[in-house]
């Protein structure tokens, strides 16, 4: 077998909403379509992820829609990729996935983000009068691995739901922060190279150099993700990727995250300068025909040696995004 063939795939979802949508039920049911197809294809796991005042992401109250996907598969991992400590007491994360993971057993997990996901009027919002800052996250992630383990003779405090629940545990990053102290606890970490490409191979090569083995995890494991739009053609993909490419713009011109159809062409909708960083921030974006992506991601992989990769695929019809992951299942064969 290959290594792409050998490679988990997983899917990491934003549940996101289109410009033709009045409701936000109408991502949301989205978002359990693909986990369910996700299912049948045999995806490894599917995550949501925490972001807070964008328009465009139905996403926000991560472990509700968690509870929501889980009700409607039956096998399948599901995680958060992630949600952003910083915003939460270490305490309400523990019992509300200490919650999702007794309701199903083996099934959930939950990555963990430094960064606060949101603007400051936004972080003031959610937080209030709470004093948590990215600079407390080695701290609370330790707090929540006591929360989710045994109880300890003489604790305080506990999660109920959480407390012996051992619901397994991913730190997540978009720079070289998380990738040493994932390395130091010995845990599973996930580097947000679907936005943030530029520091990959560092982050990979600082966590593995630095890894301690623990009772969670015997060798270091990575897994980095992907941004696909996969179709029958390189020129459908193209075209397809549009979506993609006025949804990066739109956030860096702090205009609305709303899913836009896709162009014939993004020719007088960016600047060259945009068009630049827009191609940055994708840098590792998978785009084409099948033989386009499997080429693409053999060379990813031998590039990174990452173990597992994780997709996000903006893609605005969704029997088109359904297809670009039946594509790329279809690689494993």
């Not at 159809?261 to 600047?271: A, E, Q, R, Y």
Request: aromatic share 8%; charged share 20%.
């Amino acid at each position: 077998m290959s290594r792409l063939q050998q490679t988990p795939f997983s899917i990491l979802d934003l549940a996101p909403i289109r410009v033709d949508e009045a409701s936000p039920v109408h991502a949301l049911n989205r978002s359990l379509s693909l986990a369910q197809q996700a299912e049948r294809l045999g995806f490894q796991r599917f995550w949501v992820a925490e972001h807070h005042n964008m328009d465009g992401i139905a996403s926000a109250a991560t472990s509700v829609v968690l509870g929501y996907l889980a009700a409607g598969t039956t096998r399948i991992t599901l995680g958060s990729g992630g949600i952003m400590l910083p915003n939460h007491a270490p305490l309400v994360i523990a019992e509300q996935f200490g919650t999702l993971a007794a309701l199903y057993p083996g099934r959930i997990e939950l990555g963990l983000g430094r960064a606060p996901g949101a603007d400051q009027a936004t972080a003031h919002a959610l937080r209030r009068d709470r004093l948590g800052s990215a600079d407390d996250f080695p701290a609370d992630v330790e707090e929540l691995e006591r929360l989710l383990g045994p109880r300890q003779p003489g604790q305080r405090v506990i999660a109920m739901p959480g407390v012996n629940s051992n619901v397994p545990i991913w730190l997540l990053g978009s720079s070289l922060f998380s990738a040493q102290l994932a390395a130091a606890k010995g845990l599973p970490y996930a580097f947000a190279s679907h936005f943030a490409p530029r520091y990959v191979h560092e982050a990979i090569r600082l966590y593995r150099e630095n890894f301690r083995p623990s009772e969670v995890l015997a060798e270091p494991y990575v897994m980095i993700g992907v941004p696909l739009v996969a179709a029958d053609t390189d020129e459908e993909a193209e075209f397809l990727a549009t979506t993609s490419f006025q949804r990066v713009l739109n956030l860096m011109r702090g205009q609305s995250l709303v899913m836009q159809p896709p162009v014939p062409s993004m020719k007088g909708l960016w600047l060259p300068h945009e068009q630049d960083a827009v191609g940055s921030f994708l840098g590792m974006a998978v785009i084409g025909g099948p033989e386009k992506v499997r080429a693409r991601l053999d060379i990813l992989l031998e590039q990174t040696q990452a173990d597992e990769l994780i997709f996000a695929g903006d893609i605005y019809d969704e029997a088109k995004r359904a297809h670009s992951f039946e594509i790329l299942a279809g690689l494993k064969h």
